[in-house]
């Protein structure tokens, strides 16, 4: 089935630093990809949604030039999280949707725990 | 907007039991319905897709239904095992993606 690689899984970065994860589909082409953030105990927040060669639309309340999203192929999309913050700690998720588009469901990512101290 | 509600919270049943994990929604006009399971620190792992057409479908011991008039899902778990333990969510695919709130599930060996 359609995977989605999703990398790194885990990051600790100085406040102030930026940091970039990579979401690669790997058997299919994601004309859509989605990145999501999770707090502790909450549940998964859109936070923008990618289309490839084109700006990322975001959610509102996400600040666009702090976290910078790159759709430039139909297999890799990247969140840079600039000049991060601890309150920027959380979990992030991208999945990607296939050419099929709604009806072919959705692939996730294995999700990266982003600590900033 | 889609509001997405997931009762129980949180769940605990004696290894063995079958459960129901409930899904609502306010919106009937979806694409599809997934249930995920997440373990703690972990991402999602896709359970089972119903398209909006469909009623129900069936995985090993998951099955899960889809009432699109009036807004409802259900995951069965059948014979639950301690494996099982993780936080299920549903969403909905409408204009976007929409998550519920989870349920939290423990099965106690």
């Known amino acids: 089935g359609a995977v989605v690689s999703q990398h790194p899984s885990r990051v600790i970065c100085k406040s102030g630093t930026s940091v970039k994860i990579e979401c690669r589909s790997l058997d299919f082409q994601a004309t859509t990809m989605f990145w999501y953030r999770q707090f502790p105990k909450q549940s998964l927040m859109l936070m923008a949604t990618?289309?490839?060669?084109?700006?990322?639309?975001?959610e509102q309340g996400v600040e666009k030039d702090k976290f910078l999203i790159n759709h430039a192929s139909l297999t890799l999309s990247t969140l840079t999280v600039t000049s991060a913050h601890p309150e920027d700690s959380s979990f992030y998720i991208c999945?990607?949707?296939?050419?099929?588009?709604?009806?072919?469901?959705?692939?996730f990512g294995s999700g990266t725990r982003l600590t900033v101290v | 907007k889609q509001e997405v509600t997931q009762i129980p919270a949180a769940l605990s049943v004696p290894e063995g039991e079958n459960l129901v994990l409930n899904c609502s929604f306010t919106d009937s006009a979806i694409y599809n319905l997934q249930w995920f399971r997440q373990d703690p620190g972990k991402g999602l792992t896709s359970l089972l897709l119903?398209?909006?057409?469909?009623r129900e479908q069936t995985s090993g011991r998951l099955n899960a239904s889809l009432d699109k008039s009036s807004g409802r899902s259900t995951l069965y778990i059948a014979a639950s095992q301690p494996g099982d333990s993780a936080t299920y969510l549903c969403a909905v695919v409408g204009n976007q993606f929409y998550f519920g709130t989870g349920t939290s599930l423990t099965v106690i060996p």
């Open positions: 999945s990607a949707r296939a050419r099929g588009g709604e009806r072919d469901g959705y692939t």
């Open positions: 119903i398209q909006s057409s469909q």
């Open positions: 990618s289309n490839e060669g084109s700006k990322a639309t975001y």
